[in-house]
């Protein structure tokens, strides 16, 4: 007998659950796109968004997934022949330097492996060995989906004004927004990127691309920037249409505004406190798991894990069994070891993820668990008993 009758549980790092109010905005038709409710919206939308990143700086919004957002983000502060410095965590933060390289942009990759930060001095010293200043900004993911490590964006900033250095401090929070903590502008954040398919709880397609005043400042003394990847149209329109380059995504819009004004009700301080809480029950689970078992968190040190995926190993042999039977038997969608390939395991099947991240709480994290756990029973992997009351507990 199966038990994976019902609605299915997507627990993978995104696309995340999304609201029924969100889906119920986007079911509708069409609206006027040159005056009336949807151009009318769009004030209270961008300070929606800048709110969720804690900043005054401008705001943009792109059709189009957070590959888009990268690229976007640097066809407007680099061109052909310049230079960044990758911080380079995981499989995305890897992704955004080919996006850097595939526009003829030179990086420099700082390696910081797969389960730690970037260390402040390792960063500091790139920084003050580029005594030309040719490094135009640097590049780095505030969680990296594929490994779940959480850089200190702060610590990032430090470095920089430490070393001296003008670059730009360019941030991808496509994974975090919404989820860990982030502030754009107490952390002297230059330009930040995110997507709508995670911690904003709308479907994929909408890319965002924030940007500050010193951002600005280096777009404008650029040669050249195509037309529909120029953020200042966008970031300073004078119609509706300039904010998306043409015909605007209008359904995501609607769903969009009603994810915000959720995000808002709740307060992002209580969001961020919902999402700490709910990934320290997923660990506390794992950690008991692991007592007696394989099953091992792929960051071990608390501060550096990131609130909104966990990135886990448990095995080649073991792995992609145990996402099988939750998906097939529970009902329970668990993501892939993205970019997480070994000698021994080219094909990452060892690793597996848990997204906790958007419109997610108690009872649905107990689920996955108790799925996660029935799994293990299924499939006779060792573990470590009392995994589900240690989770009860830190949500008690």
Known sequence: MSGAGGRNYLAIPGPSVMPEAVLRAMHRTAPNIYEGELPDMMPSLIAGLKGVARTEAFATIYIGNGHAAWEAALSNIVAEGDTVLGVINGHFGRGWAKVAEG???????????????????ALEAALRADRAGKIKAVLCTHVDTSTSVKNDIALIRKAIDAAGHDALLAVDCIASLGCDVFEMDAWGVDVMVAASQKGLMVPPGLGFVF???????????????????????????????????????????????????????????????????????????CDAWGQGG???????????????????????????????????????????????????????????????????????????????????????????????????????
């Open 211 to 285: 940007y500050s005043e010193k951002a600005a400042s280096v777009r404008s003394r650029m040669a050249r920037v195509s037309h529909y990847w120029d953020w200042t149209p966008r970031g300073t329109p004078e119609a509706f249409w300039q904010y998306f380059a043409g015909t605007a995504p209008t359904h995501h819009l609607y769903g969009l505004q009603v994810s915000l004004d959720m995000l808002h009700s709740e307060g992002m301080e209580a969001v961020w406190a919902r999402h700490a809480t709910l990934a320290q029950a997923i660990w506390a689970a």
């Open 294 to 396: 394989p099953l091992t968190l792929n960051v071990p040190e608390v501060a550096h894990r990131s609130c909104a995926v966990t990135s886990l190993h448990i095995g080649k042999t073991v792995g992609k069994r145990l996402r099988q039977w939750t998906e097939g038997e529970a009902g329970v969608t668990l993501g892939i070891g993205l970019g997480m390939s070994t000698a021994d395991d080219p094909a990452g099947d060892g690793f597996f993820r848990i997204g906790h991240m958007g419109h997610v709480n108690a009872s649905m994290i107990m689920g996955a668990l108790g799925s996660i756990e029935a799994g293990l029973a299924a499939l006779q992997v060792p573990r470590g008993a009392g995994a589900l009351d240690a989770a009860a507990q830190v949500l008690a």
């Open 103 to 121: 526009l003829g942009v030179d990086v420099l990759p700082l390696e910081c492996g797969l389960t730690a930060p970037v260390a402040g001095e």
